[in-house]
């Protein structure tokens, strides 16, 4: 008689457990089939804007599979609650955890963060001239944690990509042309006119020059031992540095050719002796 007894509450508690918990198990599976559903669209809908704006196809993959873990870790998290299990505790020890792993890994961290970020909003992509961290170099390429350039010597320069996307960037090649600029000193004894005719007849004769109908030829400064003209000449980004010094030189020669004077500077010293005097 006690052992049906027994077995009866014992019956009767899992029936009350199965009606108590049942209901919470099978919004526990709902909650996990919606989620993953919602968590998978959000996911696709991610690359394909990611794909949109041209980001770097192994950076895809590899942020979305982030992004996707992050979100299956929040689900489940949710649905240990919904059901009744304690995950304060278990919260607070991941939190430790990533604090613990953050602080350890602050350096590649901040390099990390600042190589998606320029893969994504692309400051620069490969094979643009830039200026950054004390160096102007071509970017050769440019991966997660750094970015690696070239120098017009063939150096290899790799800079971290944290401070090379928190500090300025100078990029030379994001517009199609460039502005080449000179200035050309005369001496104050030559003719202002007849140097500036120099200057337009042998720079904006080129055929590379794209301004020449509108040169820019104008007197800039009165200088301690010369005067010196400013020029402006517009030019396709390929012809920027051959331009540049082929020019230098040929306005020399030009000058030289027409008696036109290029000063250095120099000082008058005046020696008082007062014995001359006395």
């Not at 029936?15 to 209901?23: G, K, M």
């Not at 502005?179 to 200057?199: C, H, M, P, T």
Request: overall charge negative; hydrophobic content about 50%; glycine content about 6%.
């Amino acid at each position: 008689m006690i052992e049906n007894l027994d077995i009866e509450a014992a019956i009767k508690t899992l029936s009350e457990y199965a009606i108590l918990f049942i209901p919470k198990l099978l919004l526990a599976i709902l909650t996990l089939i919606v989620g993953l559903w919602i968590i998978n669209r959000i996911i696709t809908g991610l690359r394909k804007a990611l794909n949109k704006r041209e980001v770097d196809p192994s950076l895809v993959p590899f942020l979305s599979g982030i992004i996707k873990a992050l979100l299956i870790v929040v689900l489940i998290i949710s649905i240990a609650s919904r059901v009744g299990i304690e995950t304060t505790s278990f919260v607070a020890v991941l939190g430790a955890a990533g604090l613990a792993i953050g602080l350890a890994l602050q350096g590649s961290l901040s390099n990390f963060a600042g190589g998606i970020l320029i893969l994504i909003l692309k400051p620069f992509k490969v094979g643009d001239v830039i200026e950054a961290q004390g160096v102007t170099a071509s970017v050769s390429e440019i991966q997660i944690f750094h970015t690696v350039l070239k120098s017009y010597d063939n150096k290899t320069i790799i800079l971290p990509n944290g401070p090379l996307y928190n500090n300025k960037i100078i990029n030379y090649s994001t517009e199609e042309t460039r502005l080449v600029e000179w200035v050309f000193g005369i001496s104050y004894d030559d003719d202002i006119d007849k140097a500036r005719q120099i200057i337009k007849e042998t720079v904006f004769a080129d055929e590379r020059v794209l301004n020449q109908d509108a040169p820019f030829i104008n007197l800039a400064e009165l200088a301690d031992s010369s005067v010196n003209f400013k020029v402006r000449a517009r030019c396709v980004q390929a012809d920027y540095w051959n331009l540049f010094f082929e020019k230098t030189e040929a306005v020399k020669k030009a000058f030289d050719a027409n008696d036109i004077s290029i000063p250095y500077p120099q000082v008058d010293a005046h020696i008082h002796n007062p014995l001359v005097n006395s």
